[in-house]
């Protein structure tokens, strides 16, 4: 079956370095994309989202890129900080169902 | 605004047994979604309410069944509780297509021993 699933299973960044966090899925038809930020004892954060028709949306430090022709997306954080480190999961949205990857442990080092 | 929150935080049931885990959703939210997180793992979709009616289905067995109010706040029941059942059981709530991001509580985390 179609499945969401990551690059790397762990990322580790020195503070104030930029970190990108990759992900790729394989379901052509989701239209929808979010990325999430889970702490520990915590449950999923919202960070950022983008549709199908959008190749690039960017927020506070954060910044999406799609790429429909490879099916690749990633999460870019500029300046990476301390608060940052935990696990990601990018999320892809289809028909009501919204499926998740198994997540990048982002360490970020002082 | 009230975010999804979730009890209890924590629970130790025995093999066999059954549970009730309760949800209630983000206020201005009509549509609650139920996912299980084992440890080191993304979430699986267990289930999603809309309307107080099943509106889609994961891969989990009818064991694990689930109720929504009138006031949206939600039900997931488990019977026969397995070791495997072990799990962070996470609930979300987002508005019924607007396309909006599912929201989370902090989950309950359940122990089958």
């Known amino acids: 079956g179609e499945s969401v699933g990551l690059h790397l299973p762990t990322l580790s960044v020195q503070e104030g370095d930029n970190s990108i966090i990759n992900c790729a899925y394989s379901?052509?038809?989701?239209?929808?994309f979010i990325w999430y930020k889970q702490e520990s004892g915590k449950g999923p954060q919202f960070i950022i989202d983008?549709?199908?028709?959008?190749d690039k949306r960017q927020g506070q430090r954060v910044t999406v890129l799609l790429n429909k022709t490879v099916k690749h997306l990633s999460l870019q954080i500029a300046a990476t900080q301390p608060g940052d480190s935990a696990v990601y999961f990018c999320?892809?949205?289809?028909?009501?169902?919204?499926?998740f990857g198994a997540g990048t442990r982002l360490t970020v080092k002082p | 605004e009230t975010g999804v929150t979730q009890s209890p935080t924590h629970l130790i049931k025995t093999r066999g047994q059954q549970v009730t885990l309760r949800c209630s959703s983000q206020s201005g939210h009509n549509t609650v979604s139920w996912y299980q997180q084992a440890l080191g793992q993304g979430p699986q979709f267990i289930f999603q309410?809309?309307?107080?009616?099943?509106?889609g289905r994961g891969n989990f067995p009818p064991r694990f069944s689930g109720l929504q109010f009138p006031n949206y706040s939600s039900e997931l029941n488990v019977n026969a509780l397995e070791l495997d059942d072990s799990a962070l059981y996470l609930c979300?709530?987002?508005?019924?297509?607007?396309?909006?991001?599912?929201?989370f509580g902090n989950g309950t985390r359940l122990t089958v021993t």
């Open positions: 379901n052509s038809a989701s239209d929808y």
């Open positions: 983008i549709r199908s028709n959008m």
């Open positions: 309410y809309y309307r107080e009616e099943e509106n």
């Open positions: 979300a709530s987002n508005v019924q297509g607007t396309g909006s991001p599912l929201h």
């Open positions: 999320a892809e949205y289809n028909n009501n169902d919204m499926r």
